[in-house]
């Protein structure tokens, strides 16, 4: 875990506590679900009950550490917070999820071209088969 993210949550007057640390440890720029989670600090010997982990990541997405997703299933995933926008792809099959780079200012743009809303921010997931499925 990097420091900045420590630094972070020190200077919002929080402390990193045990859980925190190993849920931020794991944690990367692709969602993951609570389960996926849970068997990882199962696995590095950590065994928070869902609650726990619920509440923490509750707690980083509030502070804006972490930014939580949903996607197809309806379950929400969890990912680092990342300084740019960005969107998913999901595999309808295994599950498997990647982040899609897009052009938001185009995106942005054609949104509002076909709206009379003052668009504030947009949520925009995709879904198909990964190359690996469709072998």
Known sequence: ??????QQ???RGHRLTKQRQAILAILSHTPQSVAMIR???HEQGFHFDKTTIYRNLHS???HGLVLATKLQDDGLYYELASHHHHHHVQCQNCGRIEDI???EHALLQNAAAHSTFA???HQLEFFGICPQCQS
Request: glycine residues 0%; without cysteine; proline residues 0%.
């Open 1 to 6: 875990m990097s420091a900045n993210l420590q």
């Open 9 to 11: 949550l020190q200077h």
């Open 39 to 41: 068997h990882t600090l």
């Open 60 to 62: 980083l997405v509030q």
């Open 101 to 103: 780079e897009l052009d």
């Open 119 to 121: 668009i504030k921010q």
